[in-house]
């Protein structure tokens, strides 16, 4: 499997920014998708996670209201749409597919990465 994350950028605090991830290489509707991120000097964190069908999502506290997963089995990609940025939201965001169609939290639960993609929110 192959992931492209992308839609990253630079973004004044209360903004907006939508993360897409493209997938390839497999049936990507029977797989749940996870976004994690990495600040600078913090350890990678979980972000969210969408069930195979996009039915059932899961949230970190820190984002819970603002962010909202989404995905488009049709077009194999899985959105993170970012609403109320904050400058503590600044990291690199990675999407995963974890090999089952239910949600994970953690990132051994993760089978494939994509490469990342830089999110900036500035005060």
């Known amino acids: 499997v192959q992931l492209q994350a992308s839609g990253g950028g630079l973004v004044q605090a209360g903004g907006s920014l939508r993360l897409s991830c493209a997938a390839s290489?497999?049936?990507?509707?029977?797989?749940?998708m996870g976004w994690f991120r990495q600040a600078p000097g913090k350890e990678r964190e979980f972000v969210a996670c969408i069930s195979w069908s996009g039915s059932s999502t899961n949230y970190a506290d820190s984002v819970k209201g603002r962010f909202t997963g989404s995905r488009d089995n049709a077009k194999n990609t899985v959105y993170l749409q970012m609403n109320s940025l904050k400058p503590e939201d600044t990291a690199v965001y990675y999407c995963?597919?974890?090999?089952?169609?239910?949600?994970?939290?953690?990132?051994?639960?993760?089978?494939?990465w994509g490469q990342g993609t830089q999110v900036t929110v500035s005060s």
């Open positions: 290489g497999r049936t990507f509707r029977s797989y749940a």
């Open positions: 995963a597919v974890r090999g089952t169609v239910v949600c994970g939290t953690s990132e051994p639960q993760y089978d494939y």
